[in-house]
Nanobody, 122 residues
Framework: QVQLVESGGDLVQAGGSLRLSCAAS????????MGWYRQAPGKQRELVAR???????NYADSVKGRFTISRDNAKNTVYLQMNSLKPEDTAVYYC????????????????WGKGTLVTVSS
């Protein structure tokens, strides 16, 4: 079994910063991508940022220049540093990972965390 556990969500004023963390644990064989998605009330879940096994990254246009994703492979952990937060960044942030387990090392599947709430007040 695999678990993704997020932390770091909070209430913050516009212009402030937060750092989200997500740790993957369990019977993990190999991780390809780790990333963050978010879902605001009444909206679809959208990609925020992701980091690939080789270290390359991509970001949603709305967060470029403000958010930075990083990854600690030794800890199976991904971070999202969020600066210059805006009210429109308010959402539940979900961790996502494409990985293979020790039970099925040749099959990569997507796993999700339960989410952490980020609220940005104006």
């Amino acid at each position: 079994q695999v678990q993704l556990v997020e932390s770091g969500g909070d209430l913050v004023q516009a212009g402030g910063s937060l750092r989200l963390s997500c740790a993957a644990s369990g019977s993990i064989f190999r991780i390809n991508t780790m990333g963050w998605y978010r879902q605001a009330p009444g909206k679809q879940r959208e990609l925020v940022a992701r980091v690939f096994n080789g270290g390359s990254t991509n970001y949603a246009d709305s967060v470029k220049g403000r958010f930075t994703i990083s990854r600690d492979n030794a800890k199976n952990t991904v971070y999202l540093q969020m600066n210059s937060l805006k009210p429109e960044d308010t959402a539940v942030y979900y961790c996502n990972s494409e990985l293979a387990t020790t039970q099925r090392m040749d099959v990569f599947m997507f796993y999700w965390g339960k989410g952490t709430l980020v609220t940005v007040s104006s």
